[in-house]
């Protein structure tokens, strides 16, 4: 059985950085993307940055808005990935989700059929 494990959200002060981990538990990915979404109260899900299990130059893909302030990364031997926010804002306030797929890159939330339950962040002035 596939689990998806978020940790690692939190209340902080608006300038804050927090570092969110998923950890994968029941199998590996391959060559299929590991995606955070984040769902604010009364928003839609939406794409936040993707990393690839087998791309060996660790890149990342992200929303537009977010570059420069948010960083993914991963440790296959703990089969985990990061999601690093800096500079927390309180429009950064959201639940934060870790997904996975079978396929390529997605960037809508109903392509992805693996779900962890969602860490909260708060950033409070």
């Known amino acids: 059985q596939v689990q998806l494990v978020e940790s690692g959200g939190g209340l902080v002060q608006v300038g804050d950085s927090l570092r969110l981990s998923c950890t994968i538990h029941?199998?590996?990915?391959?060559?299929?993307?590991i995606t955070w979404f984040r769902q604010a109260p009364g928003k839609e899900r939406e794409f936040v940055a993707a990393?690839?299990?087998?791309?060996?130059?660790?890149?990342?893909y992200y929303a537009d808005s977010l570059k420069g302030r948010f960083t993914i990364s991963r440790d296959n031997a703990k089969y985990t990935v990061y999601l690093q926010l800096n500079s927390l804002k309180p429009e950064d306030t959201a639940v934060y989700y870790c997904a996975a797929r079978d396929h390529g890159l997605a960037y809508v939330a109903g392509e992805y059929r693996y779900w962890g339950q969602g860490t909260q962040v708060t950033a409070s002035s």
């Open positions: 029941g199998r590996t990915f391959g060559d299929s993307p």
């Open positions: 990393t690839f299990w087998n791309d060996g130059t660790g890149r990342g």
